[in-house]
């Protein structure tokens, strides 16, 4: 056949080029071949031996401005003009679809992932709004630099282009990915043909040494910092870092903050020779990416006898099992607890390596090439495709959610700040970043399970203004809440910290604006639910809550106040301007604790006195903010009200469900500030048992 063969660059080794590299090499003495791309690497293809195949130069990516969406719609369309006529095509990778050229078998590998399940895994701007996003799509070796502005119109256009793209038949790397093209374009028809090995590529060595070897480029989803995070737990042990990519300098420096610049190292880019030296002298491979399409780095592992310990998620959990591979959650701990079982059972780490090779013989290029061109000769033949299409609640459960924390220890609220920023407990999740897709997800499916409503996430207005770190992830919140069909909402609780009338006023009209008129946004009696926190010192200023009066005509808005409800003042304190009245921190009522349950129930018969009668019972597992060095806070006589090992939250759960009349709403506090240790988060030292309550406390007091 003559086949014209497409993929965007043919000049690095990654998995997609060397999945062609291997079928080229043995296609090559059968079919007329010609590659179109805008770059080859010579000597890559001088090294496979492929010397039968014609090249053709396409138009290279544009530069600049708007770059990205160019290179996304108006550049395949110019490559599509100057392909060459052939019996069929056949492209590799995003945006390849897109070219209106048939009979055409086309191999992803993946959807474009930046507008599909890596969206939120794009680093959120933390400087100002009027700025630039970093943005990687492969097999671009960097990032594309996207003025922020436009990148959600780039988003939007894309993905409504990325669904014109017609060809005749899909390949999938893994049933896995099968799926998630399924997913993406609405197609069922999608073959399976898994990548493979050359198992005369690589070598077996007894697991003498403690070297955990990673594999992979330098990008966030690629989760590297799970496994630096992981080696905290794992001792006389070294991880080998290779590939490159442009989270080096901040892995680096995490590692560095860690303590463990001795222990953890990069070895950048290495040859195919140097690689197979790694992996026999390793004692296992780590593998934290999020949901990888298949990952070839699993089978060389594989092939060079070495057991696999990998997030349980992806293509290759259907190349490996529990013979040779561990496959855990996406928490340093869980691969340092397996780390940690190969070190002290090398005759384990051994018997699964040696299981790992007995499985491959499913897993050759050779049977990779001839799934593919088996796939390319039935389109050929029959140049068809089969293609498919694709309440008011009666008790409403709201937790306090933040979204400040920046990727690792050190960043970001996490330990960066003696005075505001220090955390005794460290979360089941690793010390991550507010803005990861990937543990937005977790966090909603977590609560949507144990019966929460809605967020109420914490936004700051300072002195500089609106924090816009935060109001991005609260956006990319409710974007993930609408496009994934969550059943649990958000709502705001906006935080001023400063005594700017204007910069208060502007803040909130921006993010009413924004986010009160989005689907995933939570509402009450029909109107957008807004918290206010409330500390007091804005008492009695009219110029200032007449203005917010105003930007709340159209909201339910609720304090969230650090003092009680004055039963006798208050229409002077604050004006009319609440609907309801909640506690932000019900434990730091009074020392004794029968003394602050007494005020607790008397104070929350007071709060429907507010303009719209609502009920709202807070709920807190404890509190300790004592290592926080802050001044002011060594006024507070109460720094410290013990957790009681879950007892003092199940207490106030039951307090709840006694309330009467009962409570049109429950707010608990918080599920993640760990400043104060307010959170009922799973945690390393208290395991999820905070959650175990709310499961059944919520469930009891929605069927009251």
Known sequence: ???????????????????????????????????????????????????????????????????????????????????????????????????????????????????????????????????????????????????????????????????????????????????????????????????????????????????????????????????????????NAQLYIVGKGPEEKNLKKQAKELGLSDRVFFMGNVTNEELAILYARALCLALASVREPFGIVALETMAAGKPVIAVNEGGYCEAVDSSCAFLVDAMPQAFAEKINFLIENKDMATKMGLAGMEKLDNFTWQNTADGIMKEIKDTYDSKTIKQTQNNDKKLLVGIEYYVWYGKGFGAAHWNDDRQNGVVTQKPLLG?????????????????????????????????????????????????????????????????????????????????????????????YRGKPLVYLFWTGSLDGDYELINKLKHLFKKATVVASSLRLYDKTDEANKTFELFDGWSLFSPLELALDPKKRDTIIKDTYQQYETGNGQIKIFTCSPGYDDRALEDPSRERNRLRYVSRENGDLFKKMLQMALKCEPAPDMVKISTFNEYHENTHVEPTVADGDIYMKLLNKYISKLKRK
Not at 98 to 120: A, F, G, Q, S
Not at 163 to 180: C, L, Q
Not at 217 to 233: D, G, S, T
């Open 1 to 235: 056949m003559d086949i014209g063969v497409i993929i965007p660059e043919l000049r690095k080794y990654g998995g997609a080029e060397k999945l062609l590299i291997e079928c080229l090499r043995r296609w090559q003495y059968e079919h007329d071949i010609t590659v179109y791309a805008i770059a080859f690497n010579e000597r890559l293809l001088c090294e496979h031996n492929i010397t039968q195949i014609k090249k053709k130069i396409l138009t290279p990516y544009f530069t600049g401005q708007h770059s990205m969406l160019l290179n996304s719609i108006l550049l395949p369309k110019i490559w599509e003009k100057e392909i060459g006529r052939h019996e069929i095509y056949h492209t590799h990778l995003w945006p390849m679809h897109l070219l209106n050229l048939h009979p055409m078998v086309w191999y992803p590998h993946e959807p474009l992932r930046v507008i599909n399940d890596l969206k939120y895994e794009q680093p959120v701007a933390t400087t100002a709004i009027e700025t630039s996003r970093n943005i990687h799509t492969y097999p671009k070796a960097a990032y594309d630099v996207v003025d922020i502005k436009a990148y959600a119109a780039y988003q939007s256009v894309i993905t409504a282009f990325d669904k014109i793209g017609k060809p005749d038949k899909i390949i999938a790397n893994s049933k896995y990915t099968a799926g998630y093209l399924n997913k993406v374009y609405g197609v069922e028809n999608v073959g399976v043909v898994y990548p493979g090995i050359n198992k005369e590529d690589f070598f077996y060595q007894p697991p003498d040494e403690n070297i955990i070897l990673s594999v992979n480029q330098l990008w966030p989803h690629k989760r590297v910092n799970l496994l630096i995070e992981a080696m905290q737990y794992v001792e």
């Open 431 to 523: 010390y991550y970043s507010s803005d990861s897709g990937e543990i937005i997800r977790r966090h909603l499916i977590m609560l949507e399970e144990a019966g929460i409503d809605y967020l109420s996430v914490n936004i700051h207005i300072s002195e500089s203004g609106l924090e816009i770190y935060q109001y991005n992830v609260v956006e990319r919140i409710l974007d993930i809440i609408e496009e994934e069909n969550y059943n649990i909402k958000l709502c705001l609780q906006i935080c001023p910290f400063t005594t700017s009338v204007a910069k208060i006023t502007h803040g909130i009209e921006k993010l009413l604006t924004a986010f009160s008129m989005r689907d995933g946004y939570q509402y």
